[in-house]
Nanobody
Framework: QVQLVESGGGLVQAGGSLRLSCTAS??????????MAWFRQAPGQEREFVAM???????YYGDPVKGRFTISRDNAENTVYLQMDSLKPEDTASYYC???????????????????WGQGTQVTVSS
């Protein structure tokens, strides 16, 4: 089992920045081999791919966040980060980190391919 805990959400004005963190525990000694991703979900909408980072490639970003968000990871700390800059009201959502452990899924853009999820952290961007 892998436990994921997110932090760093909050309320920010449009144009501002936030940094989300997600720390893994449990089987986290193999954290460096995990595909780590961020997804988000707004009320009434489907869960949306935000970014992914892995040992084998990336980073990859969803179109709405390209050029504004940056995913990074610190394998020594079992932590993945999402730096969010130039935030817009449409970025308002619950943000979830997710881990895909070997054997990996086929489509890392698909939330159903991931094995473990955090509880989510709320990001609210005011206009």
């Amino acid at each position: 089992q892998v436990q994921l805990v997110e932090s760093g959400g909050g309320l920010v004005q449009a144009g501002g920045s936030l940094r989300l963190s997600c720390t893994a525990s449990g089987r986290a000694s193999r954290f460096s081999s995990y595909l780590m991703a961020w997804f988000r979900q707004a009320p009434g909408q489907e869960r949306e791919f935000v970014a992914m980072n892995s040992w084998s490639g990336g980073p990859y970003y969803g179109d709405p966040v390209k050029g504004r968000f940056t995913i990074s990871r610190d394998n020594a700390e079992n932590t993945v980060y999402l730096q969010m800059d130039s935030l817009k009201p449409e970025d308002t959502a619950s943000y979830y980190c997710a881990a895909d452990i070997p054997p990996y899924g086929r489509n890392f853009y698909d939330w159903s391919e991931y094995d473990y999820w955090g509880q989510g952290t709320q990001v609210t961007v005011s206009s």
